[in-house]
Structures are given as C-alpha cells and as structure tokens.
C-alpha cells in the first residue's frame, strides 16, 4: 500500500502545533504571583531539605515551587539568590560567615547566626529563617580501623603521619577559605597526595582503601555505615555550620504567611535524623521527594 504522504504531513502538522499550544498553555499555568523559586547546592543533604521546604510550603499554602535543585556550590547558589534568580535556598552559618562575608574569628554558634543574619539583611536584602537543627560541620574523616592502630584522636595527631597519607577532597573544599588550604597551614599538614572527588566518590574511595582522609561532613550517614570515623578538631577550625533556609525579603514581605511554616520547621531536624536521610538516598536509592514526605508526615506537619 502506497503511503498517502499529504495525511502524514498533515498528522505531524497536526502534532506539532498540539505541542506548540501545550507549551503555551503550561508556560500559560504558572502564576508568578503565587510561584516561588526554590534552589540548592549539588549535594543530597540540600535536595533533602529543598524537598522539605517546597511540600511544607505547597502542603500548607496556595504558592506552587519551581525547583531549581543542582545549582552548584556556595557562590553560584549565593549569586542566583542576590540576582532575584531564586527565592530562597538552604545555606549554612559557617559557610556564610566565611566565604560570603570573609570573616576569619570563627564565633559561637550563637554570634555567628546572629552576625549572618544582620549582614544580610543590610548587604543582600535577604533574611535568614530559623535554623532547621543540623550543624552540618565539616569533619576530617578517616577508616576507624586506621584511627585505632595509628591511634588518632584529633587532627593535630594526623601533622607526623600526613606525609605517607593520601588525602581526597571536594573541589569546593579545596578552595574554601574554610577549606584545605588554610587547613593545611593551621594543623601543618603535608599530604602526599591529594586529589579532588565529588562527595560519593570521596566516601567509596575511602572506604576502598584508595584514600586515606577526607573531608566528611558530619550529617553524612556514611561515615558510620562505612565504618569510618570523624577526628577531634583540636584546633577549632571550623566554624559552626548550622543549616537555616535564606530568602529574599521582597519575597518575605510578598508572602508573610511563610513565616509560620518556617517557624514549625524550626529545630526539627537533628544531625541523627539528618544522617539517616542521608543515607536512604545515598546507599539506599530511595529519591529525595520520598524521603523528605515521609520526614513531614513524621513530623506531623
């Protein structure tokens, strides 16, 4: 049978104007007005409480999220919220205290909430929430069996040995003025090697006996499923990381009825409940919107 070609041009004509006005239709739905744009950094704990944020404010407001999961480190995150690209995002004291605002003295936790969100409020226009409970501080993070033989308590016990030890880092970390390089000068550490791995790879290249020390963070329920363990910061390097969401304040002032859900979501999550989530999406597999759900109904939200 000979194809009729002028029907099949017209079936595909067809087709793609269906397309054209489906598209319209939908760019159509999203009201501006009542739409808040979410983002994250590229890691799992920020999904997680991304995933949060956005089914606690769509399950108890009329505002739809547009997700924006993914975005890249600190300052492109940071950018995005200044540039009005973004709403809102989870952001950690320390982080902000550091390398948004430059500052060295690393304060308490208390001071460095209360520093942060004054800064912002004056240079960016954006105000920091209540925090959610984690401080997701970073950790120097080794194999326990190594810490036990080697008997390594603190970093400081890491200064003799760092030369036959291989060391693997986020690339994030290597830069941050928070990071390894003024890590390195503090605790006089010489590694002899050290190499730059996204977060996932950085915990199987350690658990492999690949690495030797990494920069873990302290919610992350891998070090205690990977048998690892995070050294003493005898030093007090790092500053305190507490997670708090950031949001702009025209978008504040926009929609004041977020302040009471923030305010519930205040201090609901601590570090062991936030290693648990942790893994079910690292080792588990189980997506991030699944696990962020099942924290809200948990938590009776």
Same mark, same amino acid.
């Given at each position: 049978?000979?194809?009729?070609?002028?029907?099949?041009?017209?079936?595909?004509?067809?087709?793609?104007?269906?397309?054209?006005?489906?598209?319209?239709?939908?760019?159509?739905?999203?009201?501006?007005?009542?739409?808040?744009?979410?983002?994250?950094?590229?890691?799992?704990?920020?999904?997680?409480?991304?995933?949060?944020?956005?089914?606690?404010?769509?399950?108890?407001?009329?505002?739809?999220?547009?997700?924006?999961?993914?975005?890249?480190?600190?300052?492109?995150?940071?950018?995005?919220?200044?540039?009005?690209?973004?709403?809102?995002?989870?952001?950690?004291?320390?982080?902000?205290?550091?390398?948004?605002?430059?500052?060295?003295?690393?304060?308490?936790?208390?001071?460095?909430?209360?520093?942060?969100?004054?800064?912002?409020?004056?240079?960016?226009?954006?105000?920091?929430?209540?925090?959610?409970?984690?401080?997701?501080?970073?950790?120097?993070?080794?194999?326990?069996?190594?810490?036990?033989?080697?008997?390594?308590?603190?970093?400081?016990?890491?200064?003799?040995? #760092?030369?036959?030890?291989?060391?693997?880092?986020? #690339?994030?970390?290597?830069?941050?003025?928070?990071?390894?390089?003024?890590?390195?000068?503090?605790?006089?550490?010489?590694?002899?090697?050290?190499?730059?791995?996204?977060?996932?790879?950085?915990?199987?290249?350690?658990?492999?006996?690949?690495?030797?020390?990494?920069?873990?963070? #302290?919610?992350?329920?891998?070090?205690?499923?990977?048998?690892?363990? #995070?050294?003493?910061?005898?030093?007090?390097?790092?500053?305190?990381?507490?997670?708090?969401?950031?949001?702009?304040?025209?978008?504040?002032?926009?929609?004041?009825?977020?302040?009471?859900?923030?305010?519930?979501?205040?201090?609901?999550?601590?570090?062991?409940?936030?290693?648990?989530?942790?893994?079910?999406?690292?080792?588990?597999?189980?997506?991030?919107?699944?696990?962020?759900?099942?924290?809200?109904?948990?938590?009776?939200?």
């Amino acid at each position: 049978m000979t194809p009729n070609i002028n029907l099949i041009k017209s079936l595909w004509s067809g087709i793609i104007l269906f397309g054209f006005f489906l598209t319209l239709h939908q760019c159509g739905a999203i009201d501006k007005e009542k739409t808040l744009v979410l983002g994250c950094k590229n890691f799992t704990e920020q999904i997680i409480l991304g995933e949060i944020i956005a089914q606690a404010i769509e399950d108890n407001t009329d505002l739809s999220v547009m997700r924006k999961w993914n975005l890249g480190g600190t300052m492109i995150c940071h950018q995005a919220l200044i540039s009005g690209e973004i709403d809102l995002y989870p952001e950690y004291t320390g982080t902000a205290y550091i390398n948004i605002l430059n500052n060295q003295h690393i304060k308490d936790a208390t001071d460095t909430y209360q520093i942060v969100q004054s800064a912002y409020q004056k240079k960016f226009q954006c105000k920091w929430l209540p925090p959610f409970g984690i401080n997701n501080t970073y950790t120097i993070t080794v194999r326990k069996s190594d810490a036990i033989q080697r008997k390594w308590r603190t970093i400081s016990d890491l200064k003799l040995d #760092s030369i036959n030890l291989s060391a693997g880092f986020t #690339s994030e970390f290597m830069v941050r003025h928070d990071g390894y390089p003024q890590l390195k000068q503090k605790y006089n550490l010489d590694f002899a090697k050290v190499v730059d791995l996204e977060p996932g790879l950085m915990y199987q290249a350690i658990a492999n006996n690949n690495i030797d020390v990494i920069c873990g963070f #302290s919610t992350d329920g891998r070090i205690p499923a990977f048998d690892l363990v #995070s050294l003493k910061d005898d030093l007090h390097f790092f500053p305190p990381y507490y997670a708090a969401p950031v949001i702009r304040l025209d978008a504040l002032q926009k929609h004041p009825e977020l302040k009471q859900i923030f305010d519930k979501l205040s201090h609901s999550i601590d570090n062991k409940k936030m290693q648990e989530m942790n893994l079910l999406v690292d080792e588990k597999k189980i997506n991030p919107t699944i696990v962020a759900q099942n924290f809200l109904q948990e938590f009776n939200f």
